[in-house]
């Protein structure tokens, strides 16, 4: 809307309240005067056995009060549903942000507090609540912000290396003017309240992004925003915690002119970022004789020396079509989002057999079962083992306190959960768990660490995927030929007391 709606103030209640009153009393005058309305007026009288004329003028009254109410009433339900849907008002300002990144999560008490003085001291200026909020996150390099309502209030929670630390309520009364503020500001309806809604905040710096999930709930709209700092800076691949013999293979694959490299693993566990570091080494290597380019659902980090292109709704370009059109831009290397599906699957097979080296990454539960799955989508096995070089799959465990873990005893529940997960010969060794102090705020982590898998295609292997063998068989061949699993990456962080073997099955299973 291009045009500005002032703001409903209490000057201007009043102003509406007379004009109503006036234009009432204007349309009663116009009944009474006009001959075929009086008459019927006239008639309602004598049905109500209204016969006195100062009865009749006191009826007539009361008419135009109640017309006039119900004419306010109308005004200003309209007026403050459109009051701030200007799009001036629906982005968050430079100024708007106040973002310090320095303390990390010893700063969180701090947050905590002060978030609640700004609720308590300004009841009603939701702008600055939600400003707050977001620049909070920020300052804390949260992956999420959740305001979950429930009967009598909303709470605020963050999530920051995996971890969710509660930071604030909202009362349940100021609770649907954040929400109506927050789809404002990510151009979302006000209207609708029973179906969920997903948009994009709008920020005047274009450094920061967030996405918006509205969901409904009986409490009310439930809201998760997941933050993203596109100019965060992309790590090397040698600092990513890579095991120093699957990184140097890696890097060799990633020098190749040709064909696939996968990257699966749960939503979360941090392929975006192996994925831009991956390009980054490749970018190294190759030096400036490489022409990189990526197709993106959304764009999290700006890169520089590469063309990196939005695909997706927001754009109405798919991934196929893109992928189609960017083989014509003469690429060298192609990081191509996802593979969802078996358009984008046969073209990117078709791509990587002719001359580009593709990066992508696809849903499976392991190394392994990303052959399946993309045999699943039509992919022949034949064309998929000649052309797919490894697929890296990787976890985030949350690291342990170095303050307050201590050494346990294996419990029979655990031993029996990595008995599930394959491992016969359990160590006698210490491990650790964590309490929780207030280095860490209660959670026992600081941080997290990465765990790795990387299937290469071997002579032999290639052989096995090209006959279609199930995942299982197929894994138990990699590891006879000497793959690590993410089991034994997290094995070695346990034994060096990095991590909880409880987190480790969490993580590994999933
Ligand atoms: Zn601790």
Not at 172 to 197: A, D, E, M, N, T
Not at 349 to 369: D, E, P, W, Y
């Amino acid at each position: 809307m291009a045009f500005a709606i002032p703001k409903l103030t209490r000057r201007n209640t009043a102003v509406t309240r007379i004009a109503c009153l006036v234009i009432s009393i204007l349309v009663m005058l116009a009944i009474s005067y006009t001959p075929s309305s009086k008459e019927a007026l006239a008639e309602l009288e004598s049905n109500l056995r209204i016969g006195s004329a100062v009865f009749s003028l006191l009826f007539r009254g009361i008419l135009v009060f109640l017309f006039s109410a119900v004419l306010v009433r109308l005004i200003t339900t309209l007026w403050l549903r459109f009051e701030e849907v200007p799009e001036n008002t629906a982005v968050i300002k430079r100024g708007d942000l106040c973002i310090n990144t320095t303390r990390g999560i010893a700063a969180i008490p701090m947050y905590q507090s002060k978030l609640r003085s700004i609720i308590e001291s300004s009841e009603g200026t939701v702008v600055e609540i939600v400003n707050s909020i977001i620049s909070m996150g920020f300052s804390l390099n949260a992956s999420d912000i959740h305001i979950s309502p429930d009967p009598d209030r909303a709470e605020v929670v963050y999530r920051i290396h995996g971890n969710l630390y509660p930071i604030g309520e909202i009362s349940q009364l100021l609770y649907p003017h954040l929400v109506r503020r927050i789809k404002i500001l990510s151009s979302l309806s006000i209207f609708k309240h029973g179906v969920p809604q997903d948009g994009k905040l709008n920020f005047e710096d274009k450094t920061y992004t967030a996405r918006v999930s509205v969901f409904p709930t009986s409490n009310g709209e439930r809201i998760a925003l997941r933050l993203a700092n596109v100019n965060a800076r992309i790590m090397d691949l040698e600092n990513i915690g890579m095991p120093e013999n699957i990184l140097l293979d890696y890097k060799a694959l990633l020098n190749r002119s040709q064909g696939m490299i996968v990257i699966t693993g749960p939503t979360g566990s941090g392929k975006s970022t192996t994925m831009f570091s991956s390009l980054l080494s490749i970018q190294a290597q190759r030096k400036d004789s490489v022409n990189i380019v990526t197709l993106e659902d959304p764009i999290e980090t700006n890169l520089k020396g590469f063309q990196q292109t939005q695909v997706g709704q927001a754009t109405g370009l798919t991934f196929p079509a893109a992928l189609r059109s960017v083989l014509r831009q003469d690429p060298d290397v192609i990081m191509l989002g996802e593979i969802r599906d078996e358009e984008t699957a046969s073209i990117a097979i078709r791509a990587a057999m002719t001359g580009h080296l593709l990066l992508t990454t696809v849903h499976a539960n392991s190394t392994s079962g990303v052959f399946n799955r993309l045999s699943q989508m039509g992919v022949d096995p034949v064309q998929l083992s000649s052309t797919v070089h490894a697929v890296l799959s990787q976890r985030l465990c949350r690291q342990l306190c170095p303050s307050c873990r201590k050494i346990v005893e294996l419990t029979d529940s655990l031993v029996r959960q990595l008995k599930l997960l394959g491992v016969n010969n359990i160590p006698e060794a210490p491990f650790y768990e964590a309490e929780g102090c207030t280095e860490c705020l209660g959670h026992g982590f600081i941080g997290r660490v990465a765990l790795f898998e990387m299937f290469i295609v071997t002579d032999n292997l290639r052989n096995f995927i090209s006959r279609g063998l199930p995942s299982h068989q197929l894994s138990r061949e990699a590891k006879k030929a000497g793959m690590q699993t993410l089991l034994d990456h997290g094995l070695k962080y346990a034994l060096e007391g990095k991590i909880s073997l409880t987190e480790l099955t969490r993580v590994v299973s999933e």
